[in-house]
């Protein structure tokens, strides 16, 4: 990708860039207009400059995945993407007005006001729930609201779409999101419950009408996992006058386990429309936490619970196998990588539910200090993420069973057998340059995978005739 082509008064696409309004910390966001577009717009430029998270560019990846695919009141309306080849970008309605994290210095909020607002998002929860999507990241600054009432969710970098790749999980083990609003089985590596979003909305609620949040501020992974087995103070234990209704949904969408919440966000959202027939259990009356007994068998059968996690999304996965195959970007790999095509493409003949993940490997130094971009100033992430995707075209895949994905390594070998073990990848197809006296003496990538993946492994060496004229 060349160097950002974003500045005031630049002509993109039809689009006129006017003024960033807001720098955020994986995006810009800035004012466009369109002739042929009657309403107000903002474009959303992914942060891809030197040092900044590659991350960054994997979260924008599912937001030009899954904007274009939304649709309804719930959801700013999509004009236009721009893929990573010239300048990445999404066109997006602008909301009017500010989002619900500016009502943070007027907390708490009456019981009414919040249970108005919280019955508001649980319905735009639904209706995107509806569409398949999981937002994972629901807090006051990814909410707004339009002038007609309806809650409107924004930022959907970190979103899971049940039909789409999700990136975020076969590319980085830790979770991302905002800590204090983060579900607990998130932390076992659980990204397709939509009751996941019910407990941000339930953390949301408790913070709105009691000024505390429910675990702290805590950002730390370890202050993070403690969700896992202590729960918070209920909110009587706050205030007094906290109805017992609104307690009783307030701790059950923010119960550990996701079998205890809510089923539906449209269950969730009745109840808050309709507080008088909410029906009230022990969980309503409480005032202390769960006793010392009870956080320490949670404790104790994290084990069980783990397994149990990592088993579910096991299944998941497997429900179609999944193909590797690992592929050299660098100058001289042409028929290395047509070889590569050849018998990707015979595999897939046979297996047609397979999903198929491009992969590449760029090598960072062992004492030096690697830059990002090139010496033309582009990301190199970047680069070879489009190189990949020019690659896979000929296969002509459906985009729901192809993903991309460009690893950062000291070990290309290891960086390979980590990212199979990690997404139960069931074949990898890797190549295999000539051999030389180097790759003699230390032994070469493909040799290693083959050695050491728990997996079928195809290795693939070019014609000699084709090698020598590369």
Avoid at 74 to 95: A, K, L, N, S, W
């Amino acid at each position: 990708m060349a160097k950002s082509l974003i500045e005031p008064g630049v002509e993109l696409d039809g689009f006129t860039i006017g003024e960033c309004v807001h720098q955020g910390g994986m995006a810009t966001l800035w004012t466009v207009t369109h002739p042929g577009i009657n309403v107000p717009l903002l474009m959303k430029v992914p942060r891809v400059a030197e040092g900044e998270d590659p991350a960054a560019i994997v979260s924008f990846e599912m937001e030009q995945m899954i904007v274009p695919r939304l649709a309804g009141p719930h959801v700013p309306g999509c004009f236009g993407t721009g893929d990573f080849d010239r300048q990445p970008y999404v066109v997006m309605e602008r909301i009017p007005g500010k989002t619900l994290y500016s009502r943070i210095d007027e907390l708490p909020l009456s019981y009414e006001e919040a249970r108005v607002i919280g019955g508001q998002i649980a319905t735009a929860l639904a209706d995107l729930h509806r569409q398949n999507v999981i937002h994972h990241d629901i807090k006051p600054s990814s909410i707004m609201f339009r002038p007609s009432g309806e809650c409107v969710l924004i930022d959907f970098g970190l979103s899971h779409h049940n039909q789409l790749p999700d990136l975020l999980q076969e590319e980085f083990r830790l979770p991302y999101g905002t800590a204090p609003y983060m579900a607990p089985e998130r932390l076992r590596g659980v990204r397709d419950d939509p009751r996941s979003d019910l407990f941000s909305l339930g953390v949301l609620l408790y913070f709105f009408t009691t000024g505390e949040r429910p675990f702290g501020e805590s950002e730390t992974l370890r202050g993070m996992k403690r969700r896992l087995w202590r729960d918070p103070y209920p909110p009587r234990k706050l205030k007094a006058d906290y109805p017992p209704w609104l307690q009783e949904i307030v701790l059950r969408c923010i119960e550990i386990e996701p079998t205890w919440r809510h089923p539906t966000a449209s269950q969730l959202a009745f109840e808050l429309a309709h507080p008088e027939q909410v029906k009230l259990t022990s969980r309503a009356e409480r005032l202390r936490r769960d006793p010392l007994s009870t956080v320490w068998r949670r404790r104790f059968n994290q084990g069980m619970t783990v397994q149990r996690a990592k088993s579910d999304v096991s299944e998941q996965l497997a429900s179609g196998p999944i193909l590797v195959v690992a592929i050299d970007t660098e100058e001289g790999s042409t028929a290395l990588n047509e070889c590569l095509r050849r018998t990707a493409a015979q595999l897939l003949s046979t297996l047609p539910s397979a999903r198929l993940a491009c992969l590449n490997v760029l090598k960072l130094g062992r004492v030096t200090i690697d830059r990002t971009l090139d010496e033309q100033g582009n990301n190199k992430h970047i680069d070879r993420l489009v190189a990949l995707r020019h690659w896979a075209q000929p296969l002509g895949l459906d985009e729901s069973r192809l993903t991309a994905h460009v690893l950062e390594a000291v070990d290309p070998a290891a960086a390979i057998l980590e990212f199979t073990r990690a997404n139960s990848v069931d074949h990898i197809v890797i190549g295999a340059r000539q051999s030389s006296m180097l790759r003699a003496l230390l032994g070469s990538v493909s040799a290693k995978v083959a050695a050491e993946a728990a997996c079928t492994v195809t290795v693939v060496r070019p014609p000699p005739s084709a090698a020598k004229q590369d």
